[in-house]
């Protein structure tokens, strides 16, 4: 016969190893290093929705760089003057999604170059790269095409697929 008290397999639910809370209050705030008064330190952020507001304020200023881009590459600005500030906003907002989600791309690119593993992430740090690099001469020369809704488009993409992935 199987005991109420006997212990379970591992991976399983066990009421007998889950502490009273209410008796345990005082021990879990000391435990806590910034307790103080409080009784549990509960997170600010949960570390799910962090790259999800991550990714929408990407997606937010990706937007904003294509509508750019569709001026600049439709429209043709005949004015030089405005056509490198059309190119100045979409290089600025480039970076942004840059410093927001290209990061951890490029972390995890290089820690697997490390270790000596060619994956996903190198392929799309290399088009970020290439087409980041072609479009910032573009508009340091003043001259050529700009990519850098493209940029904007792979790192969302990448984080999306990145963000579901490690929800499952």
């Known amino acids: 016969m199987h005991s109420p008290h006997a212990s379970a397999p591992s991976g399983l639910y066990n009421p007998s190893t889950v502490p009273d809370v209410a ?44 509508v750019l881009g569709l001026t600049v590459n439709l429209a043709g600005a005949d004015d030089p003057a405005a056509r490198l500030l059309l190119q100045l906003g979409m290089l600025v907002a480039t970076v942004v999604v840059l410093l927001l989600l290209g990061l951890p791309l490029a972390a995890s690119a290089a820690r697997q170059l490390r270790s000596g593993t060619v994956s996903m992430e190198l392929f799309f740090l290399i088009g970020i790269a290439a087409a980041f690099t072609i ?34």
């Open 23 to 66: 008796s345990s209050s005082i021990e879990s705030a000391a435990a806590c290093p910034a307790a103080g008064p409080i009784v549990c330190c509960p997170p600010l952020a949960s570390s799910r929705q962090l790259p999800w507001f991550r990714i929408a304020l990407g997606i937010f200023v990706a937007c904003q760089t294509m």
């Open 135 to 168: 479009s910032t001469l573009s508009v340091i020369r003043r001259d050529g095409p700009v990519y850098f809704e493209v940029v904007n488009v792979l790192l969302v993409i990448y984080s999306i697929g990145q963000a579901i992935n490690s929800h499952n």
